[in-house]
């Protein structure tokens, strides 16, 4: 069973960058697909990216393509999203989730029920 601890959150200036990094521990972290997921104030979770077991591929929800930048350090146990050009509407707890999936990814794996490990959540606040 694997456990995920996000970091790197806080509050940036629109049109800044923030990088969140996810470190995973107690599974083998290269057996999962990772994804982020985030929630805004009065709005359910949503898909923001995903990366395969070996970061040979990636999948980006439309919101965020072209900005936002997935991918993933195995022997360090970590995953990261890159977020640049940020914009007040990605205000959110931002969440990683890992599935122990060995395959590559697109849309397919944008539910949240494909994930079975999950975060405690880190804001990421956006200023106008």
């Known amino acids: 069973q694997v456990q995920l601890v996000e970091s790197g959150g806080g509050l940036v200036q629109a049109g800044g960058s923030l990088r969140l990094s996810c470190a995973a521990s107690?599974?083998?972290?290269?057996?999962?697909?990772v994804a982020w997921f985030r929630q805004a104030p009065g709005k359910e979770r949503e898909f923001v990216s995903v990366i395969s077991w070996t970061g040979g591929s990636t999948y980006y929800a439309d919101s965020v393509k072209g900005r936002f930048t997935i991918s993933r350090d195995n022997p360090k146990n970590t995953a990261y999203l890159q977020m640049d050009s940020l914009k007040p509407e990605d205000t959110a707890v931002y969440y990683c989730?890992?599935?122990?999936?060995?395959?590559?990814?697109?849309?397919?794996?944008?539910?949240?029920?494909?994930?079975?490990?999950w975060g405690q959540g880190i804001q990421v606040t956006v200023s106008s």
């Open positions: 107690g599974g083998t972290f290269s057996s999962y697909a």
């Open positions: 989730a890992a599935d122990l999936y060995r395959g590559p990814v697109d849309r397919r794996r944008g539910p949240e029920r494909r994930y079975d490990y």
